[in-house]
């Protein structure tokens, strides 16, 4: 039986990648089922770490082990697909906003600022929040303000800025109040 790392280098490129697809297709199909419990998207995901592969074999080192950097290869699929991924939209019945779309689409991360009545009943609670989370989600939602200008003005980095919003929405999301509210 040939080993992985020699079907990578062999010359008969269709036949030596029909056999790392049989070989490597269940492990990866079910990396990506544990990810994100999703088939019908894990088996899009796969498709897409086997192109990458497939895309990338002039790039693999044979020194090294097939399996780890097939893994890798998934992992960065994963990441791509998280990153690309459209924000959840939250709709709410009394007023046509979506919070966590994108308003510029170099960066997916800014989102529109939230008015009207709406905006007053959710201010309330953001003010329950955590110093940090309520200041970034209230900038960021309220004020119009890009996550690069509210890392800026705070003196932090963007990744900061990013994890306080998240923890702020994630605790907004949890208060039954707010869930009434959109």
Partial sequence: MISDEEL????????????????WWSPILGYFVRRVHDYHLAEDLTVDAFMRL???RADYDPGRPFRSWLYF??????????????RTKIRCCQCDVA???ATDPRDPFDVPALTGDLAGALLG???KLKRRQGDVVRRLHFDGETQAEVAETMGVTR???SLWLHAGLKNLRSDPEVAALI
Avoid: C, I, W
């Fill in 8 to 23: 990578l280098v062999e010359p008969d490129v269709d036949a030596a990648f029909s056999e790392l697809v049989n070989r």
């Fill in 54 to 56: 497939f895309k990338g």
């Fill in 73 to 86: 290869q998934a992992r960065m699929v994963l990441f791509s697909h998280y990153q690309t991924r459209r």
């Fill in 99 to 101: 919070v966590g779309t």
């Fill in 125 to 127: 609670h953001v003010g």
């Fill in 159 to 161: 990744q900061a800025v």
